[in-house]
């Protein structure tokens, strides 16, 4: 019996670790649109694009954006999510980035997400606000530029640093194949 109990107790503590793990990929976040909570799993079943910057970025992210989307539209997939996840909560709403990031892809989102400082982290997104008092913008965001491809299931599968037409498109492509 004490055998039996012991099996049990191991057995509730895999389980229980295996699903703490699941639920804490870090390259999760959480957004609140309108009261709704918005995560990786709302895009279940599309193919995911990452991308951190923000709406006053005012050359690195307008020319990142379009460099994805044009990759998307030449592989004419409906099964890709383009997410704008700005760095810049102070001045961006989650309908404007979307906006924006409509501008370029039609299947895209802009989120203002929870724990900005933690999930960046986990991306390896490094960023800084820097200020400009002469500016009527008041400041400016300095940041990295990558993007960053997950798959149906929110799961990780490359980070493009390379901002390549050639090369983004080769990316996205190696994810449909290998992750279909």
């Not at 699941?22 to 957004?31: M, R």
């Not at 709704?36 to 050359?59: H, I, M, R």
């Not at 400041?139 to 149906?152: M, P």
């Given at each position: 019996m004490r055998y039996f109990f012991s099996f049990f107790?191991?057995?509730?503590?895999?389980?229980?670790?295996?699903?703490?793990?699941?639920?804490?990929?870090?390259?999760?976040?959480?957004?609140d649109?309108?009261?709704?909570?918005?995560?990786?799993?709302?895009?279940?079943?599309?193919?995911?694009?990452?991308?951190?910057?923000?709406?006053?970025?005012?050359?690195?992210?307008?020319?990142?954006?379009?460099?994805?989307?044009?990759?998307?539209k030449e592989l004419n997939r409906s099964d890709f999510k383009l997410v704008f996840i700005t760095i810049d909560p102070e001045r961006d709403t989650n309908?404007?980035?979307?906006?924006?990031?409509?501008?370029?892809?039609?299947?895209?989102?802009?989120?203002?997400?929870d724990d900005l400082e933690n999930v960046a982290k986990n991306y390896g997104v490094k960023y800084q606000k820097i200020e400009m008092p002469d500016s009527a913008m008041r400041?400016?965001?300095?940041?990295?530029?990558?993007?960053?491809?997950?798959?149906?299931k929110g799961k990780f599968f490359a980070e493009i640093s390379n901002l390549t037409a050639k090369n983004i498109k080769e990316n996205i492509q190696n994810l449909i194949k290998q992750r279909p």
């Open positions: 107790i191991v057995l509730f503590v895999i389980v229980g670790s295996t699903f703490l793990l699941i639920k804490k990929d870090p390259h999760y976040f959480y957004a649109i309108n009261g709704t909570k918005v995560g990786l799993e709302s895009f279940d079943g599309e193919y995911k694009a990452v991308y951190f910057g923000y709406l006053y970025c005012p050359d690195v992210c307008p020319s990142t954006l379009f460099k994805v989307s044009e990759a998307l309908e404007e980035l979307t906006q924006m990031a409509q501008n370029f892809y039609d299947n895209a989102i802009g989120l203002k997400i400041y400016s965001v300095a940041h990295s530029s990558s993007i960053y491809l997950l798959d149906k």
